[in-house]
């Protein structure tokens, strides 16, 4: 199966960064959790331009970008997907200087998977034509994919909870969890 991944909130964990990263650059306490636009910036922890520069800092610079943490089960269980003869590729994103701080970031972390930056604000539509699955932490970013890629899963946060994904997405709680999925399509 062709199996497409998001970077962010799917193979790094960038929550506990922005929080350590907030606490940094602005001395405020702010838990993973929180770090989603709409709750960031709706909520008043953060102004827009506090937060752009905060993001500007996590993924666009090596010294904070590359101290991300692997989302748990990510190297196990994308192994096992390869073993079982599935393809995996990163869709993101990010553009291309946030994209290669992604890929150094993979090489320390031991994760050899291939990577594709097609940067902000635009559809990941057209980069995951032909995929089987797809699977992203923001419900924004699957809604343009319907009718395009069969099957759709919503990795679960804190911070996308409140959200109903059941019309579009499957929600997973783990990498485990989304192993147990691709198995159950796969003999299907
Ligand atoms: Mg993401």
Redesign the pocket.
Known sequence: MKIGL?????VSDCGQLKSDGAKKMYGLDIPPEKFKTEIVIGEGLLTLEQYKNLQKEIYGTRRLGLLMHPVEGIKEYSEKLRSDGDELKIITSRGKLESEIAMEWMKINGLNINLVGIGGGISKADACRGLDVYI???LD?LEPLVGIVPNLFLFSWGYNLYIRPEKIAKRINSWRHFYEEILKLSVT
């Open positions: 998001d970077f962010d909130g799917v992203d932490d923001d970013k």
